[in-house]
């Protein structure tokens, strides 16, 4: 392409004309405008994207706002739940603290909490040793659920003779029997008792 030549209009460039060359490449100035809102830029501080000049507002407008305040992202950035953030503004509904890149939950109408918060709030209690039932140095916890209540793996035991009881209905499987945990041994002995 002969350097004389407008990169937006592809008419010679006259001598005699103002012109102005950017990007590596000659425009007529009233040619080098904004792609999108085709505001004069000669003369003018512009952004390049894409290989089209913008002014500063409508480049701003490319870039990606956060998700919480509104404002343009423009360095570190913080991707979670299909948007953008701050880094400062990706917290805890809860404590307000920064999550950054660290594991977080989500409530039911999508309220980010850090993992301490959403366990405090949401876990289940266990309703033997009265903790909640939230996983421990990275491995998951299995709640137990028999009458209505809520166990631990291993608080879930016979209240007779402390076998730990299994989810299967087998002799160390559960027989409840008022509103009590029993092995079946334990429960055969208390119901032929007549007592709890």
Do not use: W
């Amino acid at each position: 392409m002969s350097s004389n030549i407008c990169a937006f209009c592809h008419k010679t460039v006259s001598p005699r004309e103002l012109a102005v060359e950017a990007m590596k490449r000659q425009y007529h100035a009233q040619c080098f405008t904004c792609r999108t809102c085709r505001r004069q830029l000669a003369g003018q501080s512009f952004y390049q994207k894409d290989g089209r000049p913008l002014c500063e507002p409508c480049y701003q407008d490319t870039l990606e706002k956060c998700g919480k305040c509104g404002g343009v992202v423009q360095e570190h950035i913080i991707r979670a739940l299909g948007r953008a953030f701050h880094p400062a503004c990706f917290t805890c509904v809860s404590c307000a603290r920064c999550i950054g890149d660290e594991s977080f939950a989500l409530d039911n109408q999508n309220e980010v909490y850090c993992l301490d918060d959403f366990y405090r709030k949401f876990a289940p209690v266990c309703s033997i040793c009265e903790n909640p039932i939230i996983p421990r140095d990275g491995k998951d916890a299995f709640k137990i659920e028999c009458m209505g209540r809520n166990f631990h793996e291993n608080c879930y035991r016979c209240e007779d003779c402390r076998i730990l009881l299994s989810v299967e209905p087998t002799d160390q499987g559960c027989y409840p029997l008022d509103d009590h945990l029993f092995c079946k041994p334990c429960h055969v002995k208390r119901s032929a008792a007549g007592c709890c």
